[in-house]
């Protein structure tokens, strides 16, 4: 087995409860940890440099892109968002998963980019409840609601791309899903490269010296 | 959850213990089943129809590959040997995950007739305990142990092509791994199908309640 960790993207619907299945995931298990974005956005009342984001300017931003030191980024409101690398693949290196919580257009970014990440995809139970989260109670405007709908069918769309996709209808039951997907992926041969090749190695000099 | 069985290939390097891992795997969970393949060789001695093999003439079987009844066939030492389909999708309607236990050329064909099927693939823990079961006691011809080995080279090259690699290193810590595995699968998007189709469709209806 090797010991590094898996860089594991978290998407779903919107209402999906993702944000508190990832703070439940990381606070149940050690080896877990969460990306930290890097925003040129103005901090809020108390958000913390590190804890939060990572906060700059645009011209620092702009100059971690030139030199390939975001895992992916985004452009919202005016503001860039991205994960940068050397956090995570520090992280991944001390043999923790580093969690990324993003939208499905970065989830694929990730993945051309880090083949052996793993993506997983959060849904509601069912239907009835998938329109309860995204309808809400009625107290939102119908702006809201069309932009939530409209991202919900990119991302049905999309969902294939993943390799997993777990059903958050009890919290507790889906924190233990996540993690057993998560054991599950380490078997993968992506994330088996170097018992592979180590195996492979040997074979051709065991091949080659029956052969003599 | 889709409740239709889970088609799974067992290959694995010779000398792996796929033969008592997979008896161990059917002897402790009812939910799997062996497939049993149809060959034109003659019964040995004890061997029982419907159980070894279901033995049948080279008429009967050449017709069955026109038909497209099998689910992959090769030939061997003059005889055909393969998985027939009614069988296999029986037990997959009723909810039976179907074991196969076929070679690496075997297995790429089934997975491109079935893309939902789930291929595992048997090592030996390390390399020096696959060189002894490669290489046996000294007891064998060096035509067999060449043979044996090419075969190997072969499969070793071919292992990317697979959904989980396995170390059969404890009998039953790898019977409850592939155990794992196949419950961990029935969460890819390709194993779920329907729950998809079924999300999809309800997010178009709601979107276009939602436009009007």
């Known amino acids: 087995m090797e010991q590094k960790g898996i860089l594991i993207v978290i998407s779903g619907f919107s209402g999906a409860g993702k944000g508190t299945l990832v703070r439940a995931l990381l606070k149940k298990y050690d080896e877990y940890v969460l990306s930290i974005s890097m925003t040129t956005r103005t901090p809020r009342q108390g958000e913390q440099e590190g804890v939060e984001y990572f906060f700059t300017d645009r ?82 405007s119908r702006e809201i609601i069309k932009k939530r709908m409209s991202r919900a069918v990119e991302e049905s769309e999309g969902v294939e791309a993943y390799d997993y996709i777990v059903v958050n209808d009890r919290l507790e039951e889906c924190v233990e899903e996540i993690h057993y997907l998560v054991n599950a992926a380490r078997r993968a041969p992506v994330r088996r490269k170097e018992f592979i090749q180590g195996i492979r190695k040997e074979l051709l000099s065991l091949a080659k010296g029956v052969q003599e």
């Open 59 to 140: 011209e620092h931003f702009e100059e971690t892109i030139e030199r390939d030191g975001l895992v992916e980024y985004a452009q919202y409101c005016g503001n860039y968002y991205g994960t940068p690398k050397a956090y995570v693949e520090e992280q991944l290196a001390a043999g923790r998963n580093v969690i990324l919580e993003i939208e499905i257009q970065g989830a694929l970014k990730v993945k051309k980019k880090y083949p052996e990440c793993l993506l997983i995809f959060v849904t509601p139970p069912n239907v009835e409840e998938l329109e309860r989260r995204l309808v809400g109670r009625g107290t939102e």
